[in-house]
Structures are given as C-alpha cells and as structure tokens.
C-alpha cells in the first residue's frame, strides 16, 4: 500500500528565506507526483506537476524534483514571503488514485 | 466559472437526515473523484468514477454514495448523516494517469452534521 509522508509538519520562517519541503513515499511505481498549495478551510490549487518521466519541473519561484528510484521529491521555494504561508501537500498518482500526504504547514513572517 | 464547481459551499444539517453535495465540471474529463479531509487525517478518497457507466469505492465508502449523471457531473450522497461526517468534502477530475495536467479540484464543500 502506497504511503506518502511529508517532512516537516510545521515550518516558520521569516521573511526572505529559502525553504526545502519534503514528501517520500514508499511505492516507486508512480506516473506523476503532483504538489498543491491549501489556504486555511479552502481548496487545492496545483502548483506542479512533475510526470515520471522528468526529474523536475519550475514556476516562477517554486522548484518541485523527483527521484522515483528513492521514493522522493522536494519543492523548493525561493525568497520566501509571507503571501506563500498556506498549507503545501504533495500527491503521487498511483495506478488510479491520487495519494495525498498529510501535508507541511508553513508560515512566513515578516 | 471554475473548471470543477462543488454546491453547495457549506451546508448544515442534522443527524440523520439524507444530503446530496453536487459536483459539475467544464474539463472535459472522463475521471471524477470525490475526497474528504479531516484534520490530521489528510485528504482521503470516498468514490472515484472513470467513465459514467463506472463507479469504484475508495478507501472510506462505508456511509456514502455516488450517482455519475452524465460525464460532467457526479454526486455524492450521505443516505443517513452523522457527526463523524463531519469534514470538508473535495471533487476532482483527471485524465487517465493524472495526464498532462494532473488533477483538478473544486472548491469544496464544507459539511456540518449536528
């Protein structure tokens, strides 16, 4: 059974810095890893997409890699600033579902 | 409008009563799914459908169903609310294997059960 964690749950940071999130998950039979920004009590809004094939994928100043053979991606984000402070979730497609990690809860502050 | 669109946006009702959250969306996708998220549990699948004809339980069906109307659009019914079903309830579509866009969501429905 597929299992995705995050690390870490929680991160505070101020203003200006540069941020690693972490998820790994423990089946490398994935076709895509998908990673979503959630604002307090609203919806998912995708930010990349990153399909098996590539070893990752940019928008502006977020970097999301992949590295299916260890069952690991990271999203880098640059410059942090306090409009990124949401909750990030990173998702593999496995088979036919959509696997969701519990999440890394980020606060910027000024 | 939005490619997916959940109705309603909140919705209390009581213990035992039967409700129906819609979902509709504008991508053109065969898939539709419908998740659930509590906190500290993350987002977990309920039903997912791959074409109209077509409807598979996910993880926590138990207490739930679905009806694939047409292809742009699928419902989820609670027969016979609880308070632990409490939860922010989330449809999405996809292409098979998430495609070359990934998956889509509304943005969900809020669901109070007193």
């Known amino acids: 059974k597929q299992e995705v964690t995050q690390i870490p749950a929680a991160l505070s940071v101020p203003e200006g810095e540069n941020l690693v999130l972490n998820c790994s998950f423990t089946?490398?039979?994935?076709?895509?890893l998908q990673w979503f920004r959630q604002d307090p009590g609203k919806g998912l809004t995708s930010l990349l997409l990153?399909?098996?094939?590539?070893r990752e994928q940019t928008s502006g100043r977020l970097n999301a890699s992949l590295d299916k053979s260890s069952g690991r991606s990271t999203l880098y984000i640059a410059a942090s600033q306090p409009g990124d402070s949401a909750t990030y979730l990173c998702?593999?497609?496995?088979?036919?579902?959509?696997?969701f990690g519990t999440g890394t809860r980020l606060q910027v502050f000024p | 409008d939005a490619d997916v669109t959940q109705t309603p946006r909140n919705r209390i009702t009581k213990t035992g009563k039967r409700i129906m959250l819609e979902c509709s969306q504008t991508?053109?996708?065969?898939?539709m799914y419908w998740y659930r998220q509590d906190p500290g549990l993350g987002l977990r699948l309920i039903y997912y459908?791959?074409?109209?004809?077509?409807?598979n339980k996910g993880e926590i069906s138990d207490g739930y169903s679905v009806s694939r109307q047409a292809q742009a659009k699928f419902s989820l019914s609670l027969e016979s609310a609880i308070p632990n079903q409490t939860a922010l309830y989330f449809c999405?579509?996809?292409?098979?294997?998430?495609?070359?866009?990934?998956?889509?969501f509304g943005s969900g429905t809020r669901l109070t059960v007193v």
């Open positions: 459908s791959f074409d109209v004809k077509d409807i």
């Open positions: 998702a593999v497609h496995n088979t036919d579902k959509l696997i």
């Open positions: 089946d490398s039979a994935i076709y895509n």
């Open positions: 999405a579509t996809s292409t098979p294997r998430g495609g070359d866009a990934g998956y889509t």
């Open positions: 990153i399909q098996s094939s590539q």
């Open positions: 991508k053109g996708h065969d898939r």
